[in-house]
C-alpha cells in the first residue's frame, strides 16, 4: 500500500526567506506527482504536477523535483511572501488513476 | 469553465437523516472522485469513475455511503444513515488525461458536512 509522507509538518519563515518542502513515498510505481495547495476552510488548488518521466516543473517561484526511484519529491519557493501561507500537499498517482494524498506541510511566512 | 462545482457548500444534519452531496465536474473531464478529509485521516479517495461507471470503490467506509454518476455533468454521493463520525469536508475533483497521459485533478470548494 502507498505511503506519502511529509516533512516538516509545520514550518514557519521570514519573508523572503527561500525555502523546501519534502514529500517521500513508499512505492516507485507512480504515474505522476502532483502538488496541491490548501487554504484553511478552501479547496485544493493544484501548483505542479510531474510525470514519471520528468525530473522537474517549474512554475513562477515555485520549483518541484522528482526523484522517482528514491521515492523523494521537494518543492521549492523562492522568495517566499506572505500570501505563500498555507497548507501544502503532494499527491501520488498509482494504478487506477489514484492519487494517494501526503500529510501535508502547513507553512507560514511572517513579516 | 467555471471548475468543479459542488453544493452544498456546507451541511448541518442530525444523526440518522440522509444527506446528498452534489458535484458537477468540469465539462469534458471523463474522470471524477470522491474525496473526505479529516484531522485524523487526511485527504481519502473513498470512490472514482471513469466515463460515468465506477472504476473503485473500495474507499467507501460502509454500506451507508453510495454514490452514483447518471451522466457526464452530474454525481452524487449519498450517506444514509449519517452519523457523527462522518463529520468530514468531502471533496469532489475531475480529471482528462492529457496527451501525454498526465492525469491532473482538479478539485472543487468541498461540502463541509456536520452531523450531530
Known amino acids: 500500500k502507498q505511503e506519502v509522507t511529509q516533512i516538516p509538518a509545520a514550518l514557519s519563515v521570514p519573508e523572503g526567506e527561500n525555502l523546501v518542502l519534502n514529500c517521500s513515498f513508499t512505492d516507485s510505481a507512480i504515474y505522476n506527482l502532483q502538488w496541491f495547495r490548501q487554504d484553511p476552510g478552501k479547496g485544493l488548488t493544484s501548483l505542479l504536477l510531474i510525470q514519471s518521466s520528468q525530473r522537474e516543473q517549474t512554475s513562477g517561484r515555485l520549483n518541484a523535483s522528482l526523484d522517482k526511484s528514491s521515492g523523494r519529491s521537494t518543492l521549492y519557493i523562492a522568495a517566499s511572501q506572505p500570501g505563500d501561507s498555507a497548507t501544502y500537499l503532494c499527491?501520488?498517482?498509482?494504478?487506477?488513476?489514484?492519487?494517494?494524498f501526503g500529510t501535508g506541510t502547513q507553512l507560514k511566512v511572517e513579516l | 469553465d467555471a471548475g468543479v462545482i459542488q453544493s452544498p457548500r456546507h451541511e448541518v444534519t442530525e444523526m440518522g437523516q440522509e444527506v446528498t452531496l452534489r458535484c458537477k465536474p468540469i465539462?469534458?473531464?471523463?474522470?471524477l472522485f470522491w474525496y473526505r478529509q479529516t484531522m485524523m485521516r487526511g485527504l481519502e479517495l473513498l470512490i472514482y469513475f471513469n466515463n460515468n461507471v465506477p472504476i473503485d470503490d473500495s474507499g467507501m467506509p460502509e454500506d451507508r455511503f453510495s454514490a452514483k454518476m447518471p451522466n457526464a455533468s452530474f454525481s452524487t454521493l449519498k450517506i444514509q444513515p449519517s452519523e457523527p463520525r462522518d463529520s468530514a469536508v468531502y471533496f469532489c475533483a475531475s480529471s482528462f488525461p492529457g496527451a501525454s497521459g498526465e492525469t491532473e485533478q482538479y478539485f472543487g470548494p468541498g461540502t463541509r458536512l456536520t452531523v450531530t
Open positions: 499527491a501520488v498517482t498509482g494504478g487506477g488513476n489514484k492519487l494517494t
Open positions: 465539462s469534458g473531464h471523463n474522470s
